[in-house]
């Protein structure tokens, strides 16, 4: 009886369809050699609940599998074991303010000519890098109507971003370009001055909502401040088209105003969120804008409004005539030089009079308590840095917010919570908490945030979706360029 031969090219490939199947479990989860199990850390799941001692958590490619107690977890064989004992384990962090793009942050300097992809993905890699995994970024460098029958031609980088998931970098997205009375929009460096659509009548304001919405932005940004009374600024008619307008197309509004009867008419307009404290410049929130706030909740009426309150610079004002830690952490001057550190904070905090300081008191302690007031009504307060500005330390700000959010009264649990679940949940991205299904984006850290929340700033790892950020080659690269700056500098 003859045998059948089968040739080897056929054997080749049931070979390989066995090692396939192989790698693959019965049920149709992912192969065993992509899921990683932590150990032994205290596990701080971001939604304000106990912390989990002797934790333990597993991940399955860029996702949360399962999450409870060392020992008690159903753990898949041939899964990888990493030990995370004495370590405590967070959320990794989402910014919903930031204004990143323009600055050379080796020269200190700001151009929309440095609004490059490889620069955007520079500053997205310094937020990863202190621990933040997604942010929303507002007034960006896009191409839009110039308002007269043209347009801006600036590109589309930050639409093309936004749907890239780029190795050791935050998730990001964007809130386009913003809207503003000609000129009253961003201030500081004249590089953003001109980016948000100009309006100053109705008609324009509803033609700027119905081109800026094709970016499909994460809100529509307007500015309602008129900088002190040296500028115009939009007034109730122009800013109650843009809100009815973007609330035609589902998209949300958020705000940067100051004055108290600006935040009454805005929340009656129905503003979803505010970009800093709703109401600044000395003026203390009343009863009546409180009771506005539960009116929309008890009505159901877009209840879910949310700040940022962006205190960071405020609260480090405080701190004047002193020389505060910060300016000598490590984590920060892995980031800036020495000189910068001194130039933009160590310096001029310094040169503080006694009186400047107690007037930066009394601006601080009046907007938290504007802040915890309407958080007490019903507001969301979530976490947002406004880093745009050269001083304004890219990352390291997210850090200085959790302390910010904490001396305005929120416990360490609670800012975490801000700057995690709820922050994430505004954003509509699925992070912020260690829970099955969510993204695996968390911070791995050396002491315990809930004891001091200056502690969430000593990293050891970050992990953005199941991956782990090479920090010492993103360390190593920004060393190299300041170096690089010095040498050429000494020629």
């Given at each position: 009886m003859s045998r059948m031969r089968i040739p080897l090219y056929l054997l080749a490939f049931a070979c390989l369809l066995l090692a396939s199947a192989w790698t693959w479990n019965l049920d149709g989860q992912a192969s065993q050699s992509n899921t990683t199990v932590f150990e032994g850390?205290?596990?701080?799941k971001g939604d304000g609940s106990a912390p989990i001692e002797n934790s333990a958590f597993i991940v399955t490619g860029d996702k949360l599998t399962q999450v409870g107690r060392r020992g008690e977890l159903r753990v898949p064989a041939?899964?990888?074991y990493v030990d995370l004992t004495g370590k405590t384990v967070m959320p990794a962090l989402v910014d919903l303010h930031g204004h990143i793009g323009y600055q050379n942050i080796v020269e200190g300097t700001m151009s929309k000519a440095f609004y490059t992809r490889e620069n955007l993905i520079d500053h997205l890699e310094r937020l990863a890098y202190n621990g933040v995994g997604a942010t929303v970024s507002i007034g960006d460098l896009e191409d839009r109507s110039d308002m007269h029958g043209g347009r801006a031609h600036w590109g589309d980088i930050p639409l093309q971003v936004r749907k890239e998931v780029i190795p050791n970098a935050a998730l990001f997205r964007t809130a386009g370009t913003g809207i503003a009375w000609p000129g009253s929009g961003p201030q500081g460096d004249p590089s953003r001055v001109d980016v948000p659509y100009p309006i100053t009548t109705p008609e324009e304001a509803r033609k700027a909502v119905d081109d800026y919405v094709k970016m499909k932005p994460e809100f529509v940004k307007i500015w309602v401040d008129?900088?002190?009374?040296?500028?115009k600024t939009l007034t109730p008619p122009l800013y109650r088209a843009v809100i009815e307008e973007s609330h035609k197309h589902n998209v949300p509004v958020g705000v940067h105003n100051v004055k108290l009867a600006d935040a009454k008419e805005l929340m009656r307009a129905g503003v979803d969120g505010w970009l800093h404290?709703?109401?600044?410049?000395?003026?203390?929130a009343d009863d009546e804008l409180i009771g506005i706030v539960k009116q929309r909740i008890a009505r159901n009426d877009r209840p879910t409004m949310w700040m940022t309150p962006a205190l960071i610079t405020a609260w480090m004002d405080t701190q004047g005539g002193t020389r505060p830690a910060w300016l000598d952490d490590p984590l920060l001057r892995d980031l800036y030089s020495s000189d910068q550190i001194e130039e933009y904070w160590g310096r001029p905090l310094a040169k503080r009079t006694t009186e400047e300081v107690r007037r930066a008191r009394?601006?601080?302690?009046?907007?938290?308590?504007?802040?915890?007031?309407l958080r007490a009504a019903g507001m969301r307060i979530v976490s947002g840095t406004d880093t745009g500005q050269t001083r304004f330390f890219i990352g390291y700000f997210n850090q200085l917010d959790l302390e910010s959010m904490v001396a305005m009264g929120l416990t360490p649990s609670e800012?975490?919570?801000?700057?995690?679940?709820?922050?994430?949940?505004?954003?509509?991205?699925n992070a912020g908490l260690m829970a099955p299904g969510k993204s695996a984006d968390f911070i791995v850290l050396d002491a315990n945030p809930l004891e001091k929340i200056g502690n969430a700033r000593r990293i050891n790892q970050v992990y953005l979706r199941g991956q782990k950020v090479d920090r010492a080659a993103l360390k190593a690269k920004w060393l190299?360029?300041?170096?690089?700056?010095?040498?050429?500098s000494l020629k």
């Open positions: 850390a205290r596990l701080i041939g899964a990888a008129d900088r002190g009374g040296t500028k404290v709703p109401v600044r410049g000395g003026e203390a009394e601006d601080f302690e009046l907007q938290a308590s504007n802040a915890m007031k800012a975490i919570v801000a700057a995690t679940r709820d922050a994430a949940d505004i954003a509509h991205f190299a360029e300041r170096n690089r700056k010095t040498t050429s």
